[in-house]
Nanobody, 126 residues
Framework: QIQLVESGGRSVQAGDSLTLSCATSGFSFSRYVMGWFRQAPVKEREFVAAVSWKGDMTRYADSVKGRFTISRDNAKNTASLRMSSLKPEDTAVYYC???????????????????WGKGTLVNVSS
């Protein structure tokens, strides 16, 4: 019933830009904080970005700050991650996730997100 579906993953070259999208259904989207995480092979899942209910607050990992932009469209129940100046180290499976009861201060923690998509692969070659 609750679904989050990522799309937009591609194989690109360093320096390229790419926008990922997350289409959701089955829950009250506007009442959930939305986040993006990524996981490279044999690595732990790491926080990328999060956006508050109305989109007025955002948080980014230091590694992507200034290059990535998270946004949401509550009318369409979608979230996006715009990525620019991509680097090989950005290569990973990117996941969107939704959190309802967690505090904003803990949005970088994967465990506070109850709903997850299946992920979309982004491959950045040098």
């Amino acid at each position: 019933q609750i679904q989050l579906v990522e799309s937009g993953g591609r194989s690109v070259q360093a320096g390229d830009s790419l926008t990922l999208s997350c289409a959701t259904s089955g829950f009250s989207f506007s009442r959930y904080v939305m986040g993006w995480f990524r996981q490279a092979p044999v690595k732990e899942r790491e926080f990328v970005a999060a956006v508050s209910w109305k989109g007025d607050m955002t948080r980014y990992a230091d590694s992507v700050k200034g290059r990535f932009t998270i946004s949401r469209d509550n009318a369409k129940n979608t979230a996006s991650l715009r990525m620019s100046s991509l680097k090989p180290e950005d290569t990973a499976v990117y996941y969107c996730a939704a959190s309802y009861e967690s505090n904003w201060s803990s949005m970088y923690i994967p465990q506070v997100y109850a709903h997850w998509g299946k992920g979309t692969l982004v491959n950045v070659s040098s």
